[in-house]
């Protein structure tokens, strides 16, 4: 891949990519982005080279991967190896995460619809009841 060397300010590079300074300020702190280089009054600039590591920051982020995982992914980069395995094992755990997230969601979705159902059972109690909400009383749901 061909980089032109036009420089980015960091304002520039957030609106780029739809961010903003103080993120990318962020993730310098935290070494997932370092500026090319700096003007003589110190203002950030930055190439295509790191608005590309941004929008892979970015579209990480979406698919719900957390910084410490861009993180390694990008070291093993910089370590000079390909990181498409180290990618492959952290996809599969996250799949699996995901795949126990789903069970858990379905799970309280039941338990959700049974809620409900108890609440249209329990309305005309509830009115003369010191209950909150008798659809939550022991022995009339299944909420824990």
Not at 20 to 37: C, D, F, K, V
Not at 113 to 124: I, K, T
Request: hydrophobic share 40%; net charge neutral.
């Amino acid at each position: 891949m061909v980089y032109e060397t036009q420089m980015l300010t960091i304002g520039q590079l957030a609106r780029m990519l739809d961010s903003n300074p103080q993120t990318l300020r962020y993730y310098e702190r935290i070494g997932l982005l370092i500026p090319s280089a700096r003007t003589a009054a110190g203002y950030r600039l930055y190439s295509q080279l790191e608005a590309d590591r941004l929008a892979f920051i970015r579209r990480a982020q979406r698919l719900g991967w957390s910084l410490h995982e861009i993180a390694s992914i990008i070291a093993v980069r910089e370590s000079g190896v390909p990181p498409c395995r180290h990618v492959r094992s952290l996809a599969e755990a996250k799949a699996r995460e995901i795949e126990a997230r789903i069970t858990e969601l379905s799970a309280l979705r039941q338990e959700m619809v049974q809620l409900a159902r108890v609440a249209v059972e329990v309305e005309s109690e509830c009115a003369d009841s010191s209950s909150i909400c008798l659809a939550f009383d022991p022995g009339r749901s299944t909420i824990t």
